[in-house]
């Protein structure tokens, strides 16, 4: 593989994880040519310089278009907010770059269909941002699941919880503008289907429901402004499989700092997962004796790839960063033609299916077939 030219759009929070994630890639994996940081992008010049230089990026912009056109750049990471991801990739893969996009795809369906088409139509690799998968902990609970560890699955139940939105005066931000999404559903539920349609595949049917805890949120020059989104939804599925889940979300929960947990029950035993405590799943078998059943914790080690690259000791645990550059690792092996675990544009419309399913259930208080949004 050719030394790669990376672009970075964006550089808050999610921006400076790509940005770690690029330069931690070869040190942790080592096996391919170090990324070249070429160009970033941010909304002034004054605000580009400064984080280019933090990030070791060679040049920088206050306009992002000026990253796409660089002859440099080979992919680009876009990790600005949800409404602006449509425009930016469409421009990247027409200018045939690489993408590297933060999830959701976009806030409307339609839009995340003409990046789909637009990643088709280049023939360049279009990734999303979905680093839960990558934890060494959910690529075991995959395998375990592979080697029907716990038999039949029968029931999958998954919540994304956190407090960053609690406050009733937290301040507004994009993430409560209509033009940003749904809320809860965009910004949180397609994690825990990225986890869904790795483990068990694809959503056949939603049923919905989103709440707003409060109505108006203050602004950053006085006076207040109406919220747009929903920071909470509640959703009963159905697999194709036939297996029934339930998957609730909460921006606005108290004491949830990065909660997301998956729990599934089979014929003979359930595995239970949560993200705050990311380097251990917990097992319940059946097997041997039934005065000692009881759940077991498993922590993660060497022996769970791809543990073993970032450190040699079992259970001293990888962080939330560590997810991105395992990401980004993938991210480079699909652009060298190699097998990856990746959701890219062709599969994360089916996640964007999902969502916008169950906000027209919520919309029409009805079950909705994620199938039938075309
Ligand atoms: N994968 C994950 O776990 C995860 C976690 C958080 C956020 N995200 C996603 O990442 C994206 C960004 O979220 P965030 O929390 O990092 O937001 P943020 O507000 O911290 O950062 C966004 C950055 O984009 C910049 N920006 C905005 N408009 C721009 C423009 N036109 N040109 C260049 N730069 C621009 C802003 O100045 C800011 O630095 C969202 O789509 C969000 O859903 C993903």
């Known amino acids: 593989m050719e030394n790669l030219g990376v672009g970075l759009i964006g550089t808050g929070y999610m921006g400076k994880c790509h940005a770690l994630a690029w330069n931690a ?4 994996f080592n096996d391919g040519p170090r990324p070249r940081l070429i160009h970033l992008g941010e909304v002034s010049a004054a605000l580009a310089a400064e984080r280019a230089a933090a990030f070791g990026f060679e040049r920088s912009s206050g306009d992002w278009r000026a990253v796409v056109a660089d002859p440099d750049v080979d992919v680009v990471s876009i990790t600005t907010p949800n409404q602006f991801h449509a425009e930016m990739a469409i421009a990247a893969l027409e200018a045939g770059k690489h993408v590297w996009c933060e999830k959701p795809m976009a806030p409307t369906f339609a839009d995340a269909e003409k990046m789909r088409a637009a990643a088709q139509q280049a023939g360049k690799i279009a990734a999303l941002g979905y680093n839960y998968i990558q934890n060494p902990a959910i690529r075991h609970i995959a395998k375990l699941l592979g080697e029907k560890a716990i038999g039949a699955i ?6 994304m919880d956190e407090d960053f939105m609690a406050d009733p005066d937290a301040p507004f931000s994009w993430k409560s503008e209509a033009s940003s999404g749904h809320g809860a559903l965009d910004d949180f539920g397609v994690h825990p289907l990225s986890l869904v349609t790795t483990l068990f595949g694809a959503v056949e049917r939603v049923m919905t429901h989103q709440a707003k805890p409060y109505a108006d949120r203050p602004l950053q020059g006085g006076g207040r402004r109406a919220v747009e989104t929903y920071d909470i939804a509640t959703t009963l599925f159905e697999l194709q499989s036939g ?3 339930v998957i609730a979300l909460n921006r606005s929960a108290w004491g949830r700092k990065g909660r997301l947990t998956l729990q599934i029950y089979g014929s003979r035993g359930s595995i239970v997962f949560d993200q705050e405590r990311m380097n251990e799943l917990q097992l319940y078998t059946i097997d041997g004796r039934a005065t000692e059943q009881g759940f077991r914790t498993v922590l993660t080690a060497p022996h769970h790839p791809p543990y073993d690259r970032f450190i ?6 990888l ?5 991105k550059v395992i990401e980004c690792r993938q991210l480079m092996n699909l652009i060298a033609g190699k097998p990856a675990i990746a959701i890219t544009f062709e599969e994360g419309i089916e996640i964007e299916r999902c969502v916008h399913a169950m906000a027209l259930s919520h919309k029409e208080g009805r079950w909705a077939t994620v199938r039938s949004l075309a």
């Not at 890639?25 to 942790?28: G, L, N, Y």
């Open 312 to 317: 040699p000791a079992p259970g001293h645990g």
């Open 243 to 245: 297996v029934p889940g």
């Open 319 to 323: 962080g939330f960063n560590d997810l």
């Open 25 to 28: 890639v070869k040190p942790v």
């Open 154 to 159: 029968s029931h999958v139940r998954l919540e």
